[in-house]
């Protein structure tokens, strides 16, 4: 269980986030919503590593994780799948997979077979470039990079931004496996209101910063979700 408790992140004089409270629980997919530039992106970094924090707290399973560092993220348990991918273009398939064995035991280097299961197109295009693959292809290959990592918490921002609609329902069908499966909790952060709508069991809606409504899905009514994260 990932808990965040209090949240506050500063860009040099600007404060972004104000006090953020979060849950995220194994095999649930926690959504956090609302329009740009209200500091999802910027409280996804946060968990994972990638821009220090003013103030608050983010425990996993209990265990207080201080300041972290991205590296310590990532030993932790915490895969974050960034917006924009940043796959390794000159590299191919396989090697960008490859870069996940960093935080592992030199023991458990390799790709699982679950990972080829869950992206076959990936199998098929192993050997080439992370450059060559399309949009969609590229987003497969980022979630997948970050599940060889095996992670506990699995942070993902804009997962269907730019990408065709087939596989906009693949992506769905994974992240719904992975969910089911009950091993991971998942942080999504999406625009994409029906997508996340039909796929989330918690919402968290951001305004300026602080979370301005947050329940399970059942409690909240879609309407009043819908008004709190458009423009």
Same mark, same amino acid.
């Not at 994972?48 to 932790?76: F, V, W």
């Not at 090697?95 to 679950?114: I, K, M, S």
């Not at 060889?148 to 069908?173: A, C, M, S, Y």
């Given at each position: #269980?990932?808990?965040?408790?209090?949240?506050? $992140?500063?860009?040099?004089?600007?404060?972004?986030?104000?006090g953020?409270? $979060?849950?995220?629980?194994?095999?649930? =997919?926690?959504?956090? #919503? @609302?329009?740009?530039?209200?500091?999802?992106?910027?409280?996804?970094?946060?968990?994972?590593?990638?821009?220090?924090?003013?103030?608050?707290?983010?425990?996993?399973?209990?265990?207080?994780?201080?300041?972290?560092?991205?590296?310590?993220?990532a030993?932790?348990?915490?895969?974050? =799948?960034?917006? +924009?991918?940043?796959v390794?273009?000159?590299?191919t398939?396989?090697?960008?997979?490859e870069?996940?064995?960093a935080?592992?035991?030199?023991?458990?280097?390799?790709?699982?077979?679950?990972?080829?299961?869950?992206? %076959?197109?990936?199998?098929?295009?192993?050997?080439?470039?992370? @450059?060559?693959l399309?949009?969609?292809?590229?987003?497969?290959?980022?979630?997948?990079?970050? $599940?060889?990592?095996?992670?506990?918490?699995?942070?993902?921002?804009? %997962?269907?931004? @730019?990408?065709?609609?087939?596989?906009?329902? !693949?992506?769905?069908?994974?992240?719904?496996?992975?969910?089911? *499966?009950?091993? #991971?909790a998942?942080?999504l952060?999406?625009?994409?209101?029906?997508?996340?709508? +039909?796929?989330? !069991?918690?919402?968290?809606? =951001?305004?300026?910063?602080? =979370?301005?409504?947050?329940?399970?899905?059942?409690?909240i009514?879609? *309407?009043?979700?819908?008004?709190?994260?458009?423009?």
């Amino acid at each position: #269980m990932l808990t965040v408790k209090g949240l506050t $992140l500063h860009y040099r004089q600007s404060q972004i986030l104000h006090g953020i409270d $979060l849950l995220a629980e194994a095999g649930r =997919v926690t959504a956090v #919503m @609302g329009t740009n530039g209200v500091g999802k992106t910027s409280l996804l970094k946060a968990i994972a590593g990638r821009h220090p924090y003013s103030g608050g707290t983010i425990e996993l399973d209990g265990k207080t994780l201080d300041h972290l560092s991205a590296k310590e993220a990532a030993r932790a348990g915490i895969a974050y =799948v960034p917006q +924009g991918r940043e796959v390794f273009p000159l590299m191919t398939v396989q090697e960008n997979l490859e870069t996940g064995f960093a935080c592992l035991p030199r023991g458990t280097h390799g790709v699982p077979d679950h990972i080829w299961e869950l992206f %076959p197109v990936l199998r098929e295009m192993r050997g080439r470039r992370g @450059g060559d693959l399309s949009g969609g292809q590229q987003q497969q290959l980022a979630i997948a990079r970050a $599940l060889i990592t095996r992670p506990r918490v699995l942070l993902l921002d804009e %997962p269907t931004e @730019g990408i065709q609609p087939n596989i906009i329902q !693949d992506i769905g069908r994974v992240i719904a496996r992975l969910r089911d *499966e009950g091993e #991971m909790a998942i942080v999504l952060v999406e625009q994409y209101f029906d997508f996340t709508w +039909g796929l989330a !069991d918690r919402f968290v809606a =951001v305004t300026r910063g602080a =979370v301005s409504l947050q329940g399970r899905a059942g409690e909240i009514d879609r *309407e009043t979700l819908l008004a709190q994260v458009s423009i």
